[in-house]
């Protein structure tokens, strides 16, 4: 080989090193090699109990925000989705994503104890969608958090198809330094911080993987118990590890496991080699609103998870890697948690582009120019009686909320996005009528 080439050849190399979403270098201060020649890896993150308020620039006092360099800088070289909609509490979410289905369509609507809604064994999963329809192209992962069937139900990942599991299936652990898990059937005790856990079991599945791969990694932070994480993770070395400062203010305890879960993420990214990270495309959200402990302006502890109230459902979704050609924009575009679906599938290459409740939103990796869905749906049931549960429905101006027991609140979300002002509680203007009347149709036509 010649000279000349070789250098050229370590040239390409060191160039792509350095030019990938996924660097740990917090400012990412590069353009993505975009590769097109080999099926897209996908690589899903799910920040459990992570809102607006307490994390990036969209809402909310700048005091109040966890540092998050990497998933910052992770911005600035994609798409934030300013109004996707996820279901107000983690169940649901998950489910409506796995399936590209509504919640009264699977029945998981909430989380409630015992469990009685969980995902039925005749539900077509997102990674056995993916390799039914190409072939076995990918191999797929689920790293963490499960929590949409019965926790008996020690196989109930795989027996959906996915082909390797590794987590918890309830709610959360009860210790994020002590706690069970469970891959394969197989349950074992673990002490290794759960979000270092999970990063690490990520890196040694991403290594092992020599086709394309789907890798589903759900975080239990920040979700409670707020606890201190590892010292090494973190930028506040006074935060101190006892149980009862931790009682009187969990909010520092709460924007630590975010920090921790950030820096975790780009461990994770550099570990990847140049290869799969310019393959790759990212996805990062929120799975639904702060818990109401921690709850920071603009919203209020009774308007935050497990509500229908923006502060509920209204959550961080972050796109970029590989063809994702549109850099640090904003798209205001309507997003529902079914879409993600039909997202991956769209990416992974299925040629599918709507799918039961979901669109996909690929397009807009490329274009502000893309038609956007005229609506998006939320809902909450058998949640432990909550007296929040009803559904929400959005359209680009205005948006409904109905009660299980008959109250309804109606905003005009686009001048009123903090839902200050219930329309329903004077006379309608001909525009608002004609949207609540258009919103009660779309519900009827589910």
């Known amino acids: 080989m010649s000279t000349f080439r070789k250098r050229g050849l370590l040239s390409l190399l060191f160039l792509s090193i350095l030019l990938s979403c996924g660097s740990t270098d917090s400012s990412l201060d590069s353009a993505l090699i975009e590769t097109t020649t080999q099926s897209t890896n996908i690589v899903f993150i799910i920040a459990d109990d992570m809102g607006w308020d307490v994390f990036g620039k969209y809402v909310g006092d700048s005091g109040n925000k966890a540092k998050t360099p990497i998933l910052d800088s992770l911005m600035t070289k994609g798409v934030t989705f300013t109004n996707f909609w996820a279901n107000p509490e983690c169940s649901p979410t998950r489910a409506a994503i796995l399936t590209g289905r509504f919640g009264f369509r699977t029945s998981v609507g909430g989380v409630e104890v015992p469990q009685v809604g969980y995902l039925k064994s005749t539900e077509a999963v997102i990674q056995k969608y993916i390799n039914d329809k190409t072939s076995n192209a990918y191999s797929t992962a689920l790293i963490g958090k499960w929590h949409v069937s019965l926790n008996s139900q020690l196989d109930a990942p795989e027996s959906f198809g996915i082909q390797y599991f590794s987590g918890f299936l309830n709610g959360s652990v009860q210790n994020y330094y002590n706690w069970t898990q469970t891959s394969n059937g197989v349950q074992s005790n673990v002490t290794t911080y759960t979000t270092t856990h999970f ?248």
């Not at 993420?265 to 921690?294: C, L, W, Y």
């Not at 690929?362 to 502000?368: E, Q």
């Not at 609140?409 to 009123?416: A, H, L, P, R, S």
């Open 199 to 446: 990063v690490n079991q990520s890196v040694d599945w991403m290594k092992k993987q020599t086709k394309p791969f789907f890798l589903w990694l759900a975080f239990n932070a920040p979700h409670a118990p707020f606890h201190r994480p590892p010292l090494n993770l973190i930028s506040d070395q006074t935060l101190s590890d006892n149980a009862s400062a931790i009682t009187a203010n969990p909010f520092p305890y709460y924007l630590a496991a975010i920090e921790a879960t950030d820096k975790e993420i780009g461990r994770m990214i550099h570990s990847m080699s140049p290869a799969q990270k310019e393959n790759t495309v990212f996805v990062i959200i929120g799975d639904n609103g702060t818990p109401p402990r921690v709850a920071k302006t603009p919203y209020t502890s009774s308007r935050t998870k497990s509500t229908l109230y923006q502060g509920g459902v209204n959550t961080p979704m972050i796109i970029c890697g590989k063809n994702v050609s549109r850099k640090n924009q904003i798209e205001t575009t309507l997003v529902q948690a079914p879409d993600l679906f039909v997202t991956f599938a769209d990416i992974a290459g299925t040629g599918t582009t709507t799918y039961q409740d979901g669109v996909s939103v690929k397009p807009f990796l490329s274009s502000s120019s893309v038609a956007k869905r005229n609506f998006v749906y939320s809902e909450l049931f058998t949640s432990l009686g909550n007296s929040n549960e009803g559904y929400a429905l959005r359209n680009e101006n205005y948006k409904l909320i109905h009660l299980s027991s008959g109250t309804e609140y109606f905003y005009k979300i686009d001048t009123d996005p903090f839902e200050q002002t219930n329309l329903l509680s004077g006379d309608l203007s001909s525009e608002a009528q004609q949207n609540l009347d258009n919103l009660r149709q779309i519900k009827t036509g589910l």
